[in-house]
């Protein structure tokens, strides 16, 4: 077996792939949290009745934050006060849906076992030198992985130990990085050995390596001072700068992420990749200094204005060190931002304020293409949404159409002024838009069930119906989704049960444009055949007999493997190229309609104009454009189309 790394470890036998073997995971969007308490734990206790104020902070930061890792969870804790032969670093891990619940469960349980005397347990002096997790620096992740490797050893945080207080590092991230091969060639070409082939773990090591010279360096530094011993140990500590490690390392860093970390003697930092790929918010007082990925949850946790929320600038970084002084620098210089898109359409919590404008104006974007799906006939059009994502979009979309037809009531009452008689005003005054909740989610399909038939009969009845919410064979059925990605849902569940209703028309819309490129950034999106809107392109290009297309794309893809990746270039566009947004859209509904589906099926995507509209300051499209903005991503869409047409052997049937 001869190892090459491209996307992992990729193993070959007489020049056939025989397995993948994958670097940690892509994976949905992570969510991080940290707190750096100002202050004694003593003062927590007397103003707010706990010393446990930032632990307790910390889960609700999590909780809050549970849409984005439901998979598995951890938190980290420094302990300042501690004495040598004293623990100082503590770390708590579960896996499941129940992660979040789980860890807090299991740290409390260590906080009752180290106090005998449970009135110590009010004593933020005795916790401050004697209880696990009672400490100033809090850290926790969230983990939403669904493909590749798992278990306990890929939560976050992960942690590196030594015992300099100083070179003890601990790291959790919402990130994905599409150049670990790279990175992993430069550490092991340094005489490093990393325990696992992960883009974390790969990390830790190149950071700890820094780390380590960053602090030997201080070291000799002070000694030639005449230092030595404690008083050595401490002016390391408090020379340290976090921030010339973050200079070595994160350059090399190809990828969206937004990385958390602390060390064992007090430094605190967060970093944002330079292209604000991912997001990262913060918030400091005088108590406090908090960063949450997303900017409501700092809100609610502490009850802060939305003003008083500032925005991690991409390529920056926010360094806390041992004695609570925080400052933000550029530790790389900002790219073209290119904030994640999908962010604001589907991942991020709808209660942000910006967020849920936007997501109101992705649903007003689509008045115009659904009136034309409807030919304009409102007064037997039922609106309905599918839980639960899709529902600020839903709202959007109702004053969208409560707009148009107050527009229309106006110009007929202008134009009629003369003639109109009290029932033209009555009917006309009596135009409603018909909003009903027809699609309820209503059961959530076990692990336990067993594949084939049996499951895929329960999972068409994820989703259920309300009978009588439309007239049968007179009104059609709108309905609103966030995005249409994969189309399995559609196909085994909501087109088969909405038809139930017998709507004349059924018109699925999607508040997001055709995901089209699969996502290196830190989602679970990472393979061509898992996008409805690809599968409908190449179903396309050989029903016009225009294989020699695939075949010219595959080619091409290949030849420029050899090339640099700064120097590479997206041909899986021209897949999509011949057709226009309208002719993939009605070849998706042919091929997401189940067989014995009754009603006309009709699907509308938002416009990729729309969604710029609607999310201005947020124009990371990479999924629905093709334009990664960074080298890696152009070059893993060429690999992940190579190995598309390699597996389906596409070309061969021409």
């Given at each position: 077996?001869?190892?090459?790394?491209?996307?992992?470890?990729?193993?070959?036998?007489?020049?056939?792939?025989?397995?993948?073997?994958?670097?940690?995971?892509?994976?949905?969007?992570?969510?991080?949290?940290?707190?750096?308490?100002?202050?004694?734990?003593?003062?927590?206790?007397?103003?707010?009745?706990?010393?446990m104020y930032g632990l307790n902070k910390l889960y609700l930061l999590m909780e809050k934050q549970h849409n984005r890792g439901q998979e598995g969870a951890g938190l980290a804790c420094v302990k300042m006060q501690s004495q040598p032969g004293e623990e100082y670093m503590f770390r708590e891990r579960a896996l499941g849906t129940g992660a979040i619940t789980e860890i807090f469960e299991a740290?409390?349980?260590?906080?009752?076992?180290?106090?005998?005397?449970?009135?110590?347990?009010?004593?933020?002096?005795?916790?401050?030198?004697?209880?696990?997790?009672?400490?100033?620096?809090?850290?926790?992740?969230?983990?939403?992985?669904?493909?590749?490797?798992?278990?306990?050893?890929?939560?976050?945080?992960?942690?590196?130990?030594?015992?300099?207080?100083?070179?003890?590092?601990?790291?959790?991230?919402?990130?994905?990085?599409?150049?670990?091969?790279?990175?992993?060639?430069?550490?092991?070409?340094?005489?490093?050995?990393?325990?696992?082939?992960?883009?974390?773990?790969?990390?830790?090591?190149?950071?700890?390596?820094?780390?380590?010279?960053?602090?030997?360096?201080?070291?000799?530094?002070?000694?030639?001072?005449?230092?030595?011993?404690?008083?050595?140990?401490?002016?390391?500590?408090?020379?340290?700068?976090?921030?010339?490690?973050?200079?070595?390392?994160?350059?090399?860093?190809?990828?969206?992420?937004?990385?958390?970390?602390?060390?064992?003697?007090?430094?605190?930092?967060?970093?944002?990749?330079?292209?604000?790929?991912?997001?990262?918010?913060?918030?400091?007082?005088?108590?406090?200094?908090?960063?949450?990925?997303?900017?409501?949850?700092?809100?609610?946790?502490?009850?802060?204005?939305?003003?008083?929320?500032?925005?991690?600038?991409?390529?920056?970084?926010?360094?806390?060190?041992?004695?609570?002084?925080?400052?933000?620098?550029?530790?790389?210089?900002?790219?073209?931002?290119?904030?994640?898109?999908?962010?604001?359409?589907?991942?991020?919590?709808?209660?942000?304020?910006?967020?849920?404008?936007?997501?109101?104006?992705?649903?007003?974007?689509?008045?115009?293409?659904?009136?034309?799906?409807?030919?304009?006939?409102?007064?037997?059009?039922?609106?309905?949404?599918?839980?639960?994502?899709?529902?600020?979009?839903?709202?959007?979309?109702?004053?969208?159409?409560?707009?148009?037809?107050?527009?229309?009531?106006?110009?007929?009452?202008?134009?009629?002024?003369?003639?109109?008689?009290?029932?033209?005003?009555?009917?006309?005054?009596?135009?409603?838009?018909?909003?009903?909740?027809?699609?309820?989610?209503?059961?959530?399909?076990?692990?336990?069930?067993?594949?084939?038939?049996?499951?895929?009969?329960?999972?068409?009845?994820?989703?259920?119906?309300?009978?009588?919410?439309?007239?049968?064979?007179?009104?059609?059925?709108?309905?609103?989704?966030?995005?249409?990605?994969?189309?399995?849902?559609?196909?085994?569940?909501?087109?088969?049960?909405?038809?139930?209703?017998?709507?004349?028309?059924?018109?699925?819309?999607?508040?997001?444009?055709?995901?089209?490129?699969?996502?290196?950034?830190?989602?679970?999106?990472?393979?061509?055949?898992?996008?409805?809107?690809?599968?409908?392109?190449?179903?396309?290009?050989?029903?016009?007999?225009?294989?020699?297309?695939?075949?010219?794309?595959?080619?091409?893809?290949?030849?420029?493997?050899?090339?640099?990746?700064?120097?590479?270039?997206?041909?899986?566009?021209?897949?999509?190229?011949?057709?226009?947004?309208?002719?993939?859209?009605?070849?998706?509904?042919?091929?997401?309609?189940?067989?014995?589906?009754?009603?006309?099926?009709?699907?509308?995507?938002?416009?990729?104009?729309?969604?710029?509209?609607?999310?201005?300051?947020?124009?990371?499209?990479?999924?629905?454009s093709g334009d990664y903005p960074t080298p890696g991503g152009t070059k893993l869409v060429n690999e992940a189309f190579i190995k598309y047409i390699e597996k389906e052997r596409l070309p061969l049937k021409n």
């Amino acid at each position: 077996l001869v190892r090459s790394r491209g996307l992992g470890d990729v193993y070959k036998r007489q020049g056939k792939y025989i397995g993948y073997n994958f670097m940690e995971p892509l994976k949905h969007e992570c969510g991080v949290a940290m707190i750096r308490l100002l202050k004694p734990l003593s003062y927590y206790q007397e103003k707010y009745g706990t010393w446990m104020y930032g632990l307790n902070k910390l889960y609700l930061l999590m909780e809050k934050q549970h849409n984005r890792g439901q998979e598995g969870a951890g938190l980290a804790c420094v302990k300042m006060q501690s004495q040598p032969g004293e623990e100082y670093m503590f770390r708590e891990r579960a896996l499941g849906t129940g992660a979040i619940t789980e860890i807090f469960e299991a740290v409390h349980r260590g906080i009752a076992a180290s106090t005998p005397d449970k009135d110590q347990l009010s004593d933020a002096d005795y916790a401050q030198r004697y209880t696990p997790f009672a400490g100033e620096l809090y850290m926790g992740h969230l983990r939403y992985s669904t493909t590749g490797k798992s278990g306990l050893s890929y939560v976050h945080p992960v942690l590196r130990r030594d015992n300099w207080r100083v070179k003890n590092l601990c790291l959790c991230g919402n990130f994905n990085l599409t150049n670990v091969d790279e990175i992993f060639d430069e550490i092991t070409g340094q005489g490093q050995h990393p325990r696992q082939y992960a883009d974390t773990y790969i990390m830790l090591e190149q950071m700890g390596h820094r780390l380590d010279r960053e602090a030997d360096k201080m070291h000799d530094l002070l000694k030639a001072e005449g230092l030595q011993g404690t008083e050595l140990t401490r002016a390391i500590e408090d020379r340290i700068d976090v921030a010339n490690v973050l200079r070595r390392t994160s350059p090399a860093w190809d990828g969206g992420y937004v990385i958390c970390g602390v060390t064992g003697s007090g430094e605190m930092f967060s970093i944002r990749d330079p292209w604000g790929l991912r997001p990262a918010f913060w918030h400091a007082d005088d108590e406090v200094v908090v960063v949450a990925s997303e900017r409501p949850v700092i809100q609610t946790a502490f009850n802060l204005p939305v003003d008083s929320i500032r925005e991690l600038q991409p390529g920056e970084a926010l360094l806390i060190d041992k004695h609570g002084k925080y400052r933000t620098e550029t530790i790389n210089s900002p790219r073209e931002k290119k904030a994640c898109s999908f962010e604001r359409i589907y991942f991020s919590r709808g209660s942000d304020k910006d967020i849920y404008q936007e997501r109101k104006q992705l649903g007003k974007n689509l008045v115009r293409p659904l009136l034309k799906a409807v030919d304009n006939d409102i007064e037997h059009t039922v609106f309905s949404f599918i839980p639960n994502t899709a529902e600020v979009a839903f709202f959007g979309m109702m004053e969208g159409f409560e707009e148009y037809l107050n527009r229309l009531k106006t110009d007929y009452i202008l134009s009629h002024q003369n003639n109109v008689t009290r029932e033209d005003l009555e009917r006309i005054l009596s135009m409603r838009v018909r909003p009903e909740k027809v699609v309820i989610k209503d059961i959530k399909l076990r692990t336990f069930i067993a594949e084939g038939n049996t499951r895929n009969d329960l999972a068409a009845h994820v989703y259920d119906i309300t009978y009588g919410s439309l007239t049968p064979y007179v009104d059609n059925l709108v309905a609103i989704d966030d995005s249409i990605v994969r189309g399995t849902t559609l196909k085994q569940s909501i087109i088969g049960i909405l038809d139930r209703l017998h709507p004349k028309k059924i018109v699925i819309v999607s508040s997001s444009p055709q995901v089209r490129y699969p996502d290196y950034y830190g989602i679970d999106m990472a393979r061509m055949d898992e996008f409805i809107a690809f599968k409908a392109a190449i179903a396309l290009l050989q029903e016009r007999r225009m294989d020699d297309l695939i075949l010219d794309v595959y080619r091409r893809s290949v030849a420029q493997r050899s090339l640099p990746k700064e120097e590479m270039t997206n041909y899986v566009k021209e897949i999509y190229a011949p057709f226009t947004d309208e002719e993939i859209s009605a070849k998706i509904a042919r091929l997401l309609t189940p067989a014995d589906t009754q009603a006309e099926v009709q699907i509308v995507y938002q416009t990729q104009e729309g969604l710029r509209a609607a999310c201005p300051n947020h124009t990371g499209d990479w999924y629905f454009s093709g334009d990664y903005p960074t080298p890696g991503g152009t070059k893993l869409v060429n690999e992940a189309f190579i190995k598309y047409i390699e597996k389906e052997r596409l070309p061969l049937k021409n």
